[in-house]
């Protein structure tokens, strides 16, 4: 079955210091792998998303992503952490299973705090 | 509109009553998905629409949940007779599906709903 786990329900990092968010799946077939972020009080954002080609993808406010297909990971990692990249970190991935509709499962969801 | 609409953003309902929460989404995105997140908590994947195919209800909890989806477009969640474990913010979310594109969510901002 379709599964997407973050194993950290938070990460806490000082300001300047780099950020590793973690996500692993578990699909059929080649995954699309997504990032939302959720700032407080308002509504998830697409941050950065992994089809196909290099496994290194950026994204918005200085994230990017590495897609490592033999360990099943799509790690979030951004070089130095900002006291505003505190929010709620969801890792998805889109069901590309025959059948399966094309639904996107999301991860528990991973809360970052960034200490100044 | 420019982004995904949804109404109310607040309700409050006595246990018992049933509620009807409303998605419209950016207009030509084909899929329709909801969701639920309980407080601080991961995303709950309850219905899916695409396009005119069957809707993919793996999700909804309990068959007091009950959406549908009028001309492609608004859709419209039902939840009868509602109960406290209800009480969580619904999530919309819309995109385009189809090669090429990848379909990323866009979110609304949720209807809050807390059952007394």
């Known amino acids: 079955a379709q599964s997407v786990a973050q194993p950290e329900d938070q990460v806490n990092v000082a300001e300047g210091n780099p950020l590793t968010v973690k996500c692993t799946y578990s699909?059929?077939?080649?995954?699309?792998l997504f990032w939302y972020v959720q700032y407080p009080n308002r509504g998830l954002q697409f941050l950065l998303k992994y089809i196909t080609g290099d496994n290194l993808v950026k994204g918005s406010y200085g994230f990017e992503a590495e897609f490592n297909k033999s360990q099943t990971s799509f790690h979030l990692k951004k070089p130095s952490a900002l006291v505003s990249d505190s929010a709620l970190y969801f890792c998805a991935v889109r069901d590309l299973r025959r059948g399966g509709g094309f639904k996107t499962i999301f991860g528990a969801g991973t809360r970052l705090f960034v200490k100044a | 509109g420019a982004g995904v609409s949804q109404s109310p953003s607040n309700k409050v309902t006595e246990k018992g009553k049933d509620v009807e929460l409303r998605c419209d989404p950016i207009?030509?995105?084909?899929?329709l998905y909801w969701y639920r997140q309980s407080l601080g908590q991961g995303l709950e994947f309850l219905i899916y629409f695409q396009g005119n195919s069957a809707p993919d209800k793996s999700g909804l909890p309990s068959d007091r949940f009950s959406a549908e989806r009028t001309g492609g477009s608004v859709s419209t969640l039902t939840i009868q007779r509602t109960q406290q474990e209800d009480s969580a913010v619904y999530l919309c979310a819309s995109s385009i599906q189809g090669a090429p594109n990848t379909g990323e969510l866009f979110f609304g901002e949720g209807s809050r709903l807390t059952v007394l």
């Open positions: 699909v059929s077939g080649n995954p699309y």
């Open positions: 207009s030509g995105h084909t899929a």
